[in-house]
């Protein structure tokens, strides 16, 4: 039985992706391993074919067609036969020795959802920084939202802290927009509403690399690709209208639909324009065109997203300044 399955998108992965393969590969036939070659041009099609070669049964590859890291995961949704399903980027990697404890523990787990510990991992000489969720959940057994305290600030649901049964993620029907950065956000969100069981373990399992200057998450990167953060939002805002939930699962996706909401409306002020401005006010138009309900719930000078949305000059740099203070708490790039 495969355990886990660990989907791998690469484009022009050459340089750093066996890093990654490597310390995923020391799960054996417990784990299966897709590499998504996306269209790659340089050696990262042939990389991951020697893999699939020497570990046929382990590792998978896809040849695609350049789609985005979206796309490679809903190609890899379609193979996957882990009973639990987890992106690792190609540039970052798993700690060996939390890993060997998921591989230990997992067998005996059945909950909706996985979470742990994940670590900002940089390479300009500042201290690595753990997201750790201690606070929140209780330690190696399941539990219920109802049995969840208060997220930080600093404590966001990513794409790295997070791995989803296959059965979850198979309700969800989503289909991620191919050639859009961030989509990682409405994946973690549009299967949020489907977990009603979380198995947390205090483990530092995912190192996050923060290094590269074409990453994502690099500042002159969110300012290019804010229209992709606007589409990624707009889509998380307009998903589900929530009235089904109660509780802290509904306190939970609430605040996770906030939280993406309101980086669609920083990403877009950070190019401080005429044109970024009414971008992220047409967004706005949007969600209260397609779902009323949510618009009432996030919008308004009191809420995170109502405060990010100041009007004028002075509004912008004041969210901005907002942003900038989240920076400091967390260096997430």
């Known amino acids: 039985m495969k355990y886990i399955t660990f989907v791998v998108p690469c484009y022009n992965s050459q340089d750093y992706m066996e890093h990654c393969i490597d310390s995923l590969l020391i799960g054996g036939e417990d784990v299966e ?45 379609k193979i996957a036969t882990g009973k639990y399903f987890k992106v690792i980027d190609s540039d970052d990697w798993a700690d060996e020795k939390a890993y060997k404890t998921l591989l230990k523990r997992i067998k005996k787990i059945d909950s909706d959802a996985i979470i742990m510990n994940y670590v ?6 500042r201290k690595n920084q753990v997201i750790n969720f201690s606070n929140v959940f209780p330690d190696n057994k399941e539990c219920t939202w109802e049995d969840t305290k208060k997220f930080k600030t600093q404590q966001y649901l990513s794409l790295h802290s997070m791995m989803f049964k296959k059965t979850v993620l198979d309700k969800t029907n989503i289909k991620l927009p191919k050639h859009c950065f961030y989509e990682d956000n409405l994946f973690i969100y549009s299967a ?9 373990m205090n483990l530092d399992f995912y190192r996050y690399f923060i290094g590269r200057a074409d990453q994502s ?62 971008q992220y006010k047409e967004m706005w138009k949007e969600i209260k065109e397609k779902n009323p309900h949510i618009y009432k719930k996030i919008h308004g000078p009191f809420r995170m997203c109502g405060w990010a949305s100041l009007p004028g000059k002075i509004g912008r740099e004041l969210s901005l300044g907002g942003y900038r203070l989240a920076h400091s708490l967390v260096n997430f790039n």
């Open 192 to 200: 949020l509403k489907y977990v009603e069981t979380i198995h947390y």
């Open 120 to 125: 900002y991992t940089y390479t300009d000489g």
């Open 217 to 278: 998450v690099q500042e002159p990167q969110l300012i290019k690709r804010s229209s992709h953060q606007v589409l990624v939002s707009t889509r998380v805002a307009t998903l589900y209208d929530l009235k089904d939930l109660k509780g802290k699962h509904k306190k939970v996706m609430m605040r996770h639909l906030s939280l993406i909401v309101t980086l669609g409306i920083i990403f877009s002020r950070l190019g401080r324009t005429d044109e970024s401005e009414r």
């Open 33 to 77: 391993i897709i590499i998504v070659d996306d269209g790659s041009t340089d050696k990262t099609g042939k990389i991951a074919d020697k893999y699939e070669k020497k570990y046929k049964n382990i590792v998978k590859v896809i040849h695609q067609e350049n789609g985005g890291h979206g796309e490679g995961i809903n190609q890899g949704l």
